[in-house]
């Protein structure tokens, strides 16, 4: 799967937001274009191997980065870097 090519300072905040618990997948799509297998791939190119699978198994299935996952009761979160629409 071929990623797309970003910046250097739009990776860094892609890769920002995916480490971060709360941030969903979607709100990386909503924002930068990029659906979670891209994300992947974007993670797997740019990390170290050994980063690459403690985040993947950190993120695997966790339901606060998968929308459709999450609890009622979590509520929107931004953070200070994130860009508003």
Do not use: C, Y
Request: hydrophobic content about 35%.
């Amino acid at each position: 799967m071929k990623t797309p090519e970003i910046d250097l300072p739009t990776l860094d905040r892609v890769i920002q937001m995916a480490w971060e618990d709360r941030t969903p997948f979607d709100a990386i799509a909503r924002q930068f274009g990029l659906n979670e297998s891209d994300v992947v791939a974007l993670m797997r190119r740019h990390m170290k191997r050994s980063s690459f699978q403690m985040w993947r198994k950190r993120v695997s299935g966790r339901s606060t980065k998968h929308g459709m996952l999450r609890d009622s009761h979590v509520t929107r979160f931004r953070s200070d870097d994130q860009r508003t629409r």
